[in-house]
């Protein structure tokens, strides 16, 4: 079945405190993107992945890191998580194969993530 | 830069009620145009998508039609279900490359 998988799927820390969100894909995507959610702003884009090796920043980067390491899993790094970085994430992924304005992105389930 | 408006939400209706979402965007030269669609709980699925002018997309019953002239992307169903009630985002992408704009979003909730 192809799909996206994050984990956690809900996450409550520390200010300050590293985390790493997982996100994967079964479904040899070249794009990959983080999203966080919030009421009345809609999804922003954090970072995105054009391939392996090669991110860049979305609209929303400060505070977060990524890598690409493999085409199949592209992690969200928080260093030093602070409560305004209190969100609902989403990974999402896409194929940059013929008709690349076309293709549908898949999108994971989520994580929920506070910062006390 | 490019950037999609929807109409302010919360949306609720009854059962068996028309349903249309007004989706508005700003962008150059020719977007793919996307309505996206979130369960509680879930993460977004695509609903449906029109590449060009005067292209109507349609699945499950809704549907939105491609108006350059207005640069609008109205979503809408004859007759919504209980089932329907979720986060519905209209969403574009650009003329060259896969980066999606959402809208914020509207929730939509129908009462049987």
């Known amino acids: 079945e192809a799909q996206v998988t994050q984990n956690p799927r809900y996450l409550i820390t520390v200010t300050g405190k590293k985390l790493t969100v997982t996100c994967s894909q079964n479904?040899?995507?070249?794009?990959m993107s983080w999203y966080r959610q919030d009421p009345g702003l809609g999804l922003r884009q954090i970072y995105y992945?054009?391939?392996?090796?090669?991110?860049d920043k979305g609209d929303v980067p400060e505070g977060y890191k990524v890598s690409r390491k493999e085409k199949r899993n592209f992690p969200l790094i928080l260093e030093s998580p602070s409560p305004n970085q209190t969100s609902l994430y989403f990974c999402?992924?896409?194929?940059?194969?013929?008709?690349?304005?076309?293709?549908?992105?898949?999108f994971g389930q989520g994580t929920r993530l506070t910062v006390v | 830069g490019n950037s999609v408006t929807q109409m302010e939400g919360p949306v609720t209706l009854s059962e068996e009620a028309f349903l249309t979402i007004n989706c508005t965007y700003t962008?150059?030269?020719?977007?793919?145009l996307f309505w996206y669609v979130q369960y509680p709980g879930e993460g977004l699925q695509l609903l449906l998508k029109?590449?060009?002018?005067?292209d109507k997309g349609s699945n499950k019953g809704f549907e939105a039609t491609y108006r350059k002239e207005t640069t609008s992307f109205h979503l809408e169903k004859g007759s919504v279900q209980v089932s329907d009630s979720a986060v519905y985002f209209c969403?574009?992408?650009?003329?060259?490359?896969?980066?999606?704009?959402f809208g914020e979003g509207t929730q939509l909730t129908v009462n049987p």
């Open positions: 999402a992924s896409s194929s940059r194969g013929q008709g690349i304005r076309n293709t549908e992105a898949f």
């Open positions: 479904m040899n995507h070249e794009y």
């Open positions: 992945s054009m391939n392996v090796e090669v991110t």
């Open positions: 962008a150059t030269g020719y977007p793919s």
């Open positions: 029109a590449t060009k002018a005067d």
């Open positions: 969403a574009l992408t650009p003329t060259s490359g896969s980066r999606l704009t």
